[in-house]
Nanobody, 116 residues
Framework: QVQLVESGGGLVQAGGSLRLSCAAS????????MAWFRQAPGKEREFVAA????????YYADSHLGRFTISRDNAKKTLYLQMNSLKPEDTAVYYC?????????WGPGTQVTVSS
């Protein structure tokens, strides 16, 4: 049974940094494309960043380009999201997702709150 569990969320002041982690168990992590999504209160879930299975290709939503960095460690079966220069509008529940051709597996999410 595949499980994804996010960690690293919390409360941070604007301009600060956080590093989110997503630990996978079960399945073959190294074969999955992985991504981060987020959902702010009252808004739809939105794409944040994605990384292909060999870390050779990454994608970012335009609003996060230059502030967020997605990475992965296939040996540790862990996905990361380094978030710098955080803004209050980055406040959301952050989810990791993964799968071979689509995002089949999802974690329960971790709350990130950025205070002004």
């Amino acid at each position: 049974q595949v499980q994804l569990v996010e960690s690293g969320g919390g409360l941070v002041q604007a301009g600060g940094s956080l590093r989110l982690s997503c630990a996978a168990s079960g399945g073959t992590f190294s074969t999955w494309r992985m991504a981060w999504f987020r959902q702010a209160p009252g808004k739809e879930r939105e794409f944040v960043a994605a990384i292909m299975r060999n870390s050779d290709t990454t994608y970012y939503a335009d609003s996060h380009l230059g502030r967020f960095t997605i990475s992965r460690d296939n040996a540790k079966k862990t996905l990361y999201l380094q978030m710098n220069s955080l803004k209050p509008e980055d406040t959301a529940v952050y989810y990791c997702a993964g799968g071979i051709a689509s995002y089949t597996y999802w974690g329960p999410g971790t709350q990130v709150t950025v205070s002004s």
